[in-house]
């Protein structure tokens, strides 16, 4: 009953948007979109919500007629081919006068097809509402990043010398899994030795040797949202002076960045407080991204603490702060954690 309550709010909050915007209708084909709005999961291009004034009609593969009739009773849903067409069907049936589609999200032959019959672009409505997540967001986000964090500390003793990077990941997806993760937020990153200067390495079967670098960069699914958290640190006796001073840099710019984290705080002053630490250091030449990025149903979400973002902070807005220190040839370090915005500031989301 609650998940019913959450999301009677976030239609409300949509409709009061398409209210402000004089729109008769609105229509959502984004899977993402729609399981913000229902909290009932399709995969790609397998549905269209049509969303007006007096309610709501899902046109979806006939498969789903029962089980998603059950699901969202308070939907008419239709099943059928050419769900898009049968959309702007509908919206003749009905009489809508002004109806929008999200042209940032929208495919070209489907924005077609809706421009040549009325229907209008806007920005995305539901993109900007997800920005904010509401109490079952932050509570679903704790756990997801807890889940996250307990895994850090599992793979932490288990760490071998030999061992590949894909071993050391498919042992913490199996953790994950078992603690109540459904998936990973995305591929997990394992990265040894000289893999772990490139950010998005793809983990691979190099295996750990007696004195490594070890970066690893991972998240899980719980309940469909997502956490994300980056760990760095030396594995062997003999850490190099060079590899301590930059991961004692990048600590330092974390801890700034988040420090930074607040309610009315621009996106881009939280970049520039980890960014600065380490250009200040001497190796802002080696920081090749952006501090940090939304979470929530997706990995990379609004708003993103980067360079050239004009987003402002909010209360509910979940973000990354992750600085880098990326010596090619030789290693790497990242350290991420994700907070929530509060009245008090950041909230770090990883941890127990």
């Given at each position: 009953?609650?998940?019913?309550?959450?999301?009677?709010?976030?239609?409300?909050?949509?409709?009061?948007?398409?209210?402000?915007?004089?729109?008769?209708?609105?229509?959502?084909?984004?899977?993402?979109?729609?399981?913000?709005?229902?909290?009932?999961?399709?995969?790609?291009?397998?549905?269209?919500?049509?969303?007006?004034?007096?309610?709501?009609?899902?046109?979806?593969?006939?498969?789903?007629?029962?089980?998603?009739?059950?699901?969202?009773?308070?939907?008419?849903?239709?099943?059928?081919?050419n769900r898009v067409a049968a959309t702007v069907a509908k919206v003749k049936e009905l009489g809508l006068k002004k109806v929008g589609f999200d042209a940032e999200k929208e495919s070209f032959l489907n924005g077609e097809l809706m421009l040549k019959n009325g229907l209008v672009q806007l920005p995305s409505f539901v993109t900007e509402l997800r920005k904010t997540k509401d109490e079952a967001e932050l509570k679903a986000m704790r756990e997801s990043n807890r889940i996250a964090y307990l895994t850090y500390e599992y793979i932490l003793p288990r760490v071998k010398t030999g061992m590949t990077e894909c071993e050391m990941a498919a042992e913490m997806e199996k953790f994950m899994r078992e603690h109540g993760a459904t998936s990973t937020s995305f591929n997990t990153i394992v990265a040894f030795g000289a893999n772990a200067a490139n950010p998005h390495h793809e983990t691979g079967d190099t295996k750990l040797k007696e004195d490594d670098a070890v970066l690893i960069d991972f998240g899980c699914v719980y309940k469909g949202y997502c956490s994300d958290m980056t760990r760095s640190w030396w594995h062997g006796k003999n850490e190099p002076a060079e590899y301590k001073k930059i991961w004692e840099i990048t600590d330092t710019a974390r801890k700034a960045g988040i420090k930074k984290v607040g309610i009315g705080v621009a996106c881009k002053a939280v970049d520039a407080a980890a960014r600065e630490i380490i250009e200040a250091a001497g190796y802002g030449q080696y920081y090749t991204h952006g501090t940090g990025h939304g979470v929530g149903i997706e990995i990379h979400e609004e708003p993103y603490n980067a360079q050239n973002s004009a987003s402002i902070l909010k209360e509910g807005n979940i973000v990354t702060v992750e600085p880098g220190i990326y010596l090619p040839g030789k290693y790497g370090v990242r350290l991420e954690d994700t907070v929530s915005v509060t009245q008090t500031g950041a909230n770090i989301l990883t941890k127990k």
């Open positions: 009953m609650a998940e019913k309550i959450v999301t009677a709010d976030r239609l409300a909050a949509l409709k009061n948007l398409m209210q402000q915007n004089k729109l008769d209708g609105l229509v959502v084909t984004n899977n993402l979109d729609q399981f913000y709005l229902s909290n009932f999961f399709f995969y790609p291009n397998e549905s269209v919500f049509l969303i007006h004034t007096n309610g709501i009609v899902c046109f979806t593969r006939e498969l789903y007629v029962e089980p998603f009739s059950k699901f969202a009773p308070y939907m008419e849903v239709i099943g059928g081919e």
